[in-house]
């Protein structure tokens, strides 16, 4: 299964150049089975990652331009009336898909956000009654921009918490640039990538990545963490139970695509930042991901 990883990091690298971290984080949420908030300026790449994404595991790719006027049909679908048949009939919305780009999903209302909150957490859509599975993989990523907030809605705690990790891409280097660049002219964009593994190997690399092994000491020193964020003075809104299980399954990812069968310690500090930090809320002053960083350097594994 290894070798599946490396196909995979080799063909994202085709056409993302320069953002291996990234793409690691990615893969990360896709194999944990979680989802992906990209919280970047606009430019750096992260429809193109999406894109190359679905193309490299041979997934179907939707994507939501998310506006003010978007409704929860528009995103999961709705029952129209066929005049033929005399019944209504579902007339599915782009989360029946492998790969989700929604992208600004702050700029929709908070009706609409909360269309994808039964899709992300259970991988199915309930309608009239009536729930209705979406494909198998399933993974959002979702973009916001952290700079421009005029005419947003910013994203409830609830939402939040059902994505895996939060990352940026950030800026490529002058050489990184430069590559972009030079590679525009060769035609490698996200439609030129062939598939390179299918949806049954990504879920059975899912499977691979659950069973990693990880000491109840290194179970502690997570549950350490989480607990920490609940008690520390500069947190109003501690991390949940379902960041303590998210933060457990992408330290599971992170030591597979690693290549090994356990887990350790910096795994832990490697995604702390990632998985915890957009589940919380600090008081005035202080930024999240900067109290997981100190939290990190206090919490010590028993």
Known sequence: MRESVERLVENLGKTIVGKQEAIQLVLVALFSGGHALLEDVPGVGKTL???????????????????????????????????????????????FTNVLLTDEINRATPRTQSALLEVMEEQQVTLDGVSRPVPSPFFVIATQNPIEYQGTFPLPEAQMDRFALSLSLGYPAAEEELQMMQRLHQGLQAEALQPCISLAEVQSLRRHCAEVWVEPVLQQYMLDLVRATRADEA????????GTVALQR????????EGRDYAIPDDVKRLAPHVLA??????????????VER???SVAVS
């Not at 005399?86 to 782009?94: A, K, S, T, W």
């Open 49 to 95: 990652l999406a894109k190359s994404l679905a193309r490299s595991i041979d997934g179907r790719f939707q994507r939501i331009q998310c506006t003010p006027d978007l409704l929860p049909a528009d995103v999961t679908g709705t029952n129209i009336w066929n005049p033929q048949s005399g019944e209504f009939v579902f007339l599915p919305g782009p989360v």
């Open 235 to 242: 947190v109003i809104l501690g991390v949940s139970p379902r």
């Open 250 to 257: 992408a330290v599971q990812a992170q030591a597979f695509l």
């Open 278 to 291: 957009h589940r919380m809320i600090a008081t005035s002053g202080q930024k999240p991901k900067q109290v």
């Open 295 to 297: 939290l990190l350097r």
